[in-house]
T-cell receptor, first 117, second 110 residues
């Protein structure tokens, strides 16, 4: 399958700071990328959908000013958690899909484990 | 009612057993379907897409029943390495947004 990388894999930051997470599709062009959050023993929660060159679409209850998403190229999307707080500590996973067709599968990055102290 | 629902788990089976998971979806216009597996503290990995005609990949068989709005995953001859959480994913009609089920935990024991 296609390869998606995510960086960093783990980050610890202090409350009030911002953290940027990068998601890259390495061997295909990702028209659409998704950002998820997963708390321990819970299901994946979709945070936002980002299409290259346009603004991200956020799910209900996700603050767009807190979780800044940029999808400037067909291989890179970034998620910036601004003014992080301990309750933002979670496992953040991106996925990428080639094309906007709903028939396409998505491939996941390895995830970023964020701990806010 | 949730858009995508899965069998409650965990399923605890011995090696060699056959186990089946079901997943129901509420939107009849759903267009594409997938099974992913997720190991503890790891990202989901695509197991297989689910086609209208059904498809098989080794010990794994996936089927789609549009009339009843469910998909299934059958695992034959279970291995210890099959222990994981299996996620049903449906791309809902009218949008391209994937919707995940909560997952079914499978534990294969010796």
């Amino acid at each position: 399958g296609a390869v998606v990388s995510q960086h960093p894999s783990r980050v610890i930051c202090k409350s009030g700071t911002s953290v940027k997470i990068e998601c890259r599709s390495l061997d295909f062009q990702a028209t659409t990328m998704f950002w998820y959050r997963q708390f321990p023993k819970q299901s994946l929660m979709l945070m936002a959908t980002s299409n290259e060159g346009s603004k991200a679409t956020y799910e209900q209850g996700v603050e767009k000013d807190k979780f800044l998403i940029n999808h400037a190229s067909l291989t890179l999307s970034t998620l910036t958690v601004t003014s992080a707080h301990p309750e933002d500590s979670s496992f953040y996973i991106c996925s990428a899909r080639a094309g906007q067709s709903s028939g396409r599968e998505q491939y996941f990055g390895p995830g970023t484990r964020l701990t806010v102290t | 009612r949730k858009e995508v629902e899965q069998d409650p788990g965990p399923f605890n089976v011995p090696e060699g057993a056959t186990v089946a998971f079901n997943c129901t979806y509420s939107n009849s216009a759903s267009q594409s379907f997938f099974w992913y597996r997720q190991d503890c503290r790891k990202e989901p990995k695509l197991l297989m897409s689910v086609y209208s005609s059904g498809n098989e990949d080794g010990r794994f068989t996936a089927q789609l029943n549009r009339a009843s709005q469910y998909i299934s995953l059958l695992i034959r001859d279970s291995k210890l390495s099959d222990s994981a959480t299996y996620l049903c994913v449906v791309n809902l009609g009218g949008s391209y947004i994937p919707t995940f089920g909560r997952g079914t935990s499978l534990i294969v024991h010796p």
